[in-house]
């Protein structure tokens, strides 16, 4: 087998335009409710403060995770930074219908052994035998990835 890349997704320009900027707007929002019309309630506003500063840095991950790619070759599928998602040997399923808990235009690998849990927000997702992949990711370049791996996945089988 080569190690030949066979199709790499990238973030759609808008989605992540608009996405950073739509958990831009709530931390900052929240952080001037906090300080412009403080509750009377020292813990609400503690509350409010840390939840401000929480979605501020959930915005700051998801454009750091936004400049990233990921590949997919003929074993492996990778981010752009080389970390290995998962083994192409590994994966016994795809599901990328309507009612799968799946990313927004994206789909979910159903894997053969548990990996460590891991998140890039907007891009992809891993918690035990599942991989999600998608958010603010191209649609169609997600749609293209799940057709090459669906294909691979039926000619092992």
């Known amino acids: 087998m080569c190690d030949d890349v066979l199709i790499v997704v990238h ?27 403080p509750p009377e309630n020292l813990g609400l506003r503690v509350v409010q403060i840390g939840l401000g500063l929480v979605v501020l840095w959930l915005t700051d991950r998801l454009r750091r995770a936004t400049r990233t790619t990921l590949e997919l070759t003929e074993t492996q599928l990778r981010s752009g930074s080389g970390e290995l998602l998962a083994d192409v040997a590994q994966i016994e399923a795809i599901d990328r219908g309507i009612f799968a808990l799946k990313p927004s235009n994206g789909f979910v690998l159903r894997l053969s052994h548990k990996a460590p849990r891991r998140w890039e927000p907007g891009m992809w997702w891993r918690a035990g035998r599942r991989i999600g992949v998608g958010g603010v990711a191209s649609a169609s370049q997600t749609k293209a990835m799940a057709g090459i791996l669906s294909t691979i996945i039926a000619k092992r089988g």
């Open 11 to 37: 973030t759609s320009a808008p989605r992540r335009v608009f996405a950073v900027w739509t958990l831009l707007g709530l931390g900052v929002t929240i952080l001037y409710l906090a300080v412009a019309h």
